[in-house]
């Protein structure tokens, strides 16, 4: 079956850059897409990567490695603001291409 | 602006009532999504569309069906709600295809569904 793992919590300070691991056990991968949702919100798509390593947009970054099943979202230079639940999401290839979720992760941003 | 339209906020049902939620979309996807939310649990697969009057199951379908008459539309239906089915869902749509498109999925503000 398939599964994405990705830590619970994570807390970091403003202004600091924090590391949001994702790994993956999935049929027919095509590829790992990141997603953040605030509170009440709708998730809103941040990035995705097919090939292996590094993309990068803006304060956001994400990471992937086909060979290891992982992947991960750096953010840099912490808002407030980016307080919110991350999730990985992993894109099948199966008859319409569906989306699978991890858990998320909820990230604190301290002062 | 793109949008995915779900037809409530809020909606609160009795057990054994049959529901339906609705969700629009204006941007001509063929992909269409229904995901439930609980805490902890994250976005969990019911059923997704591909095509009008296509669809396949997801993770959890058990108690679900889904309608997709129009390119537009994806209905997510409760035969028979129950207490368990208490959750937030969530519709999604998004483009076909491989590479940098159709990976972005896009979402409507959810539907709190309470079943008492």
């Known amino acids: 079956g398939q599964s994405l793992e990705q830590p619970s919590e994570v807390t970091a300070v403003e202004g600091a850059i924090v590391q949001i691991n994702c790994t993956y056990q999935?049929?027919?991968?095509?590829?790992l897409s990141w997603y953040q949702q605030h509170d009440g919100g709708a998730p809103t798509f941040l990035s995705y990567?097919?090939?292996?390593g590094l993309e990068e947009t803006g304060r956001f970054s994400s990471f992937l490695s086909r060979s290891d099943s992982y992947g991960y979202l750096l953010l840099q230079e912490l808002q407030m603001k980016d307080s919110a639940s991350y999730f990985c999401?992993?894109?099948?290839?199966?008859?319409?291409?569906?989306?699978?979720f991890g858990a998320g992760t909820r990230l604190f941003v301290k002062a | 602006d793109v949008k995915v339209t779900q037809s409530s906020r809020y909606l609160v049902k009795r057990t054994g009532e049959k529901v339906f939620l609705e969700c629009v979309q204006d941007?001509?996807?063929?992909?269409m999504f229904w995901y439930r939310q609980d805490p902890g649990l994250g976005l969990r697969l019911i059923y997704f569309?591909?095509?009008?009057?296509?669809?396949e199951k997801g993770d959890i379908p058990e108690g679900y069906s889904v309608s997709r008459e129009k390119k537009e539309r994806f209905s997510l239906i409760l035969e028979s709600a129950s207490t368990n089915q208490t959750s937030m869902y969530l519709c999604?749509?998004?483009?076909?295809?491989?590479?940098?498109?159709?990976?972005?999925?896009?979402f409507g503000q959810g539907t709190r569904l309470t079943v008492v």
């Open positions: 999935t049929s027919g991968f095509y590829g």
């Open positions: 999401a992993v894109r099948e290839a199966t008859g319409g291409f569906k989306t699978i």
């Open positions: 941007m001509d996807h063929e992909n």
């Open positions: 990567n097919a090939l292996d």
């Open positions: 999604a749509s998004s483009k076909p295809g491989q590479g940098a498109a159709g990976t972005e999925a896009f």
């Open positions: 569309s591909y095509d009008v009057k296509m669809k």
